[in-house]
C-alpha cells in the first residue's frame, strides 16, 4: 500500500511540475484570475442595469427593497457557516493547500447531479 502511496505522490507531484512549467510559459493562472475579475465585473453591471430597469416601476421598487433587506445563509455540506447581510461581500479564493480526490472508474459526476437533483425527469415524475 505504501508503494501504491509512494507512486500516487509522485505521479501528483510530476504533474504540478508540468503544469507549472506549462503556467509559466502561457499564464493559465494569470487568465483565469483576469476571466474571473471579468466575470465579476459584468455581473455587477448586469445586476445595477436589471436594478435600475427594476425600480422604474412600483412593483419594481418594492422588489429591490426586499432584495436589499434579504439575508443569505452561507452553508458548506448542508451546516450553516453563517449569514451574509445585504451589501455585504463573500470573497472565495483558492487555498495554497490543495487536495486530490479519487472517483472509482467510470464514475460520471453529471450523472450523480441528475440523481439527486431529478435533472431530466418530468413534473409528473417526482
Keep these: 500500500m505504501s508503494d501504491y502511496k509512494s507512486r500516487f505522490e509522485k505521479l501528483r507531484q510530476d504533474a ?3 503544469f507549472d512549467e506549462i503556467d509559466k510559459q502561457i499564464g493559465i493562472k494569470d487568465k483565469i484570475g483576469e476571466g474571473a475579475r471579468v466575470v465579476g465585473e459584468t455581473a455587477q453591471k448586469g445586476a445595477q442595469r436589471i436594478k435600475t430597469e427594476a425600480e422604474r416601476s412600483e412593483v419594481g421598487k418594492q422588489a429591490v427593497r426586499a432584495a436589499e ?5 452561507l452553508t ?6 453563517g449569514c451574509i447581510e445585504a451589501g455585504e461581500r ?5 487555498a495554497k493547500e490543495s487536495i486530490t480526490l479519487l472517483h472509482p472508474p467510470g464514475h460520471d459526476y453529471y450523472k450523480l447531479l441528475r440523481s439527486k437533483l431529478h435533472w431530466g425527469r418530468g413534473s409528473v415524475e417526482r
Design 90 to 94: 463573500l470573497q472565495v479564493k483558492a
Design 69 to 73: 433587506e434579504t439575508r443569505a445563509e
Design 16 to 18: 504540478k511540475e508540468k
Design 76 to 81: 458548506c455540506d448542508g451546516r450553516i457557516l
